[in-house]
């Protein structure tokens, strides 16, 4: 054992005192000439610097102990590429920025088609509202139609009544006329006892004329005057249409 820093002559490479064995190829001091070398005062302890060598084929056998020994770098990775520009420029393409307003509008207006859409839609799959039932319109009595020009064969019955003593019935042709028509209760049917007059609608009811006589219907109640004077006023109990 060495008690001083010595040289290997086998790989050139500088060893610490006592080191039994050359730190690079593993050989005891002067395997290779016979005599060991020390190293000198000056440069004791001298760490070895690491040469760069291409190819360990190359290398001495200094080198290639000082290859074994050195770890290798880590490789580097590769810079990612740089996002694809328009074709034929290489430059990147940069992100089109769209103004707040336009973006708020389109989005307003995106909103006002599909209101429209559904608007649409709803008013396609509602069903239509039934349209209101008419009534079905009544013939004109016989024993009042007869009466009536063409014998009220186009007549309808628009209001009955009856009081205590008499019965009224209302009836319109198809030309739009109305037609009065009174009668006593229980007696034959004369000029006495019966009358059929033109007509005309109220906002109360209808009333007809026979010369300076005046008929009228008026809500639930029969006047008969003659010059403003009331001659006759019966109640009146509806009894259709």
Known sequence: MTTA???CDSCETNNLPGAEVCRACR???GSATGEV?????AVAPRRQQTRHVTSPLAASPRDRATLALTPPAPARPAPPPPPAGPAG???PRRPRRIPVAAAVATGIGGLLIWFVILGALG?????APPAPAQQAETACPPAVATWLPA???DAVLVAAYTTDEHQIVV????GGQHYYDGRKKGKPVNSETHISLEASQTANGFVAYNKSYRYEISGSELRLTRN???LLRETLQRTGP
């Open 123 to 127: 008013q396609s799959t509602d069903p």
């Open 37 to 41: 070398r020390t190293v000198p005062a």
């Open 89 to 91: 420029t290489g430059v």
């Open 151 to 153: 014998d009220g064969s």
């Open 27 to 29: 050989q005891p001091p």
């Open 171 to 174: 009836c319109r042709t198809a």
């Open 5 to 7: 820093a010595w040289v």
């Open 228 to 230: 403003n004077e009331v």
